[in-house]
Structure formats: C-alpha cells, structure tokens
C-alpha cells in the first residue's frame, strides 16, 4: 500500500497516537499483505480474533476484499476506536468489530485470523483458543496464524524488551503470558487435522514473528 493509501487509512481514527499507530504498522509490518493474499479471491467471511483496532479490515476494504469481516477484542476502547473508523470510512455495514472475549467466539464459519494474540494468553489457554479458531474454520477456509515464537535467537529477545514498554505504556494491558515454540502451535492443529505451514514474517522490524497457515488437507 503507498503512502497515500497508508494517510487515508489513518485519517480514520481519532488521536495522533492512533494515526500515527496505523501509518507505521501499514508502512513496516507485511501481515496485512500477507493475509490478503491469503483470502483472495473467496467471498466467505474473515473472523479475526484479537482484532484491536479493526485495521485489517479497513486494510482489506481498501484493497477491495470485500468479505464480511467480524472482528473481536477484549479491550472495549479499541473496539470504539475501530468502530468510529469504519463508521467514517461508511463501511458500518461491512465492518463489524465487537467488543468480546476469545471465549465468546461467535457461531460463524469462514476464515480465521489470530494476529498477535497467542502470546497475550498462558500457555494453558493456547490450545484451548487454536482448537475453537479451527472449529470455526470452513471447509475451504484458511486459519492465519502470526505470532512471535520462542527461540534462543537476538530477534525473540528483541521482542521481549517491545513487550515490555507496550505493557508499560497500556496498550497491552497485562502483557504477554506465555511465548509458544512452533511446536506448540503446530501440535493442536496438526491433531485436528490441518496442513501446517511455518515460514518467518517480519517485514522492516526486528521481531521474531512467524505466519503459520493451517488448513483442511485438500
């Protein structure tokens, strides 16, 4: 997305933290792109679980996928925030964002996607949450998973020292809880079934962040 595109997305939101939030993230991090690529083509819904502010919507509309997309957070100042964007943006009707704990996942069936969501939970409730995003999968539906994964390289701790200032400064409330390896993301989807693809997604950062892509074996 150039620069114009990256500016129209953030005049959406409300404060100069927010827009200058979205600039930066559309600039810099390849997921959204990457999850573009991925539900290309299909009509079916997105859920995206942990959605924040609702910029992957916004950023799908504006690269005109036009699916439904449903997308939930716990923190319900977020979901004001994305709500009043896709209100300016006139996609109330496309765009729903609910403020909404992962346990309360919705009975739709489409594609899924956990951006940056896993490490935010204990180790306890990971699989718990991966086995309920597979329930909601389609049959031709695509699971988007990108997280950090816990390896003993410069990257992984370069992202613990990011996620510390972001629970410092509160836009992580509580931080995160528990790092998962691959294999503990692996394990839970291979068992219900799915093809599981792994491969590194950090853009312009130093992050240790992966896409893991899991669907139906076809």
Known sequence: MDRHGRQRIAQLYDSPLQRGYVRSKLAGDPVYAATAALVAGTAMPLLDIGCGIGLLGLYLHARDHAQPY??????????????????RAGLGASISL????????????????????????????????????VRHLAPDGCLIIRNVLREPTWRFHATRVEEFFLRVSGWIPGGAQHYPSAGEVRAPLEDAGLEVRIEPLRG???????????QPHR
């Open 70 to 87: 449903l997308g939930l957070d716990h923190d319900a100042r977020k979901i004001a925030a994305g709500q009043r964007a896709a209100q």
């Open 98 to 133: 609910r403020h909404a704990d992962v346990a309360e996942l919705p009975p739709m069936h489409g594609h899924v996607a956990l951006l940056d969501v896993l490490h935010y939970l204990p180790a306890e409730r990971q699989p718990v949450l991966l086995r309920e995003a």
């Open 204 to 214: 312009h950062t130093p992050f240790n962040s992966y896409l893991i892509v899991a």
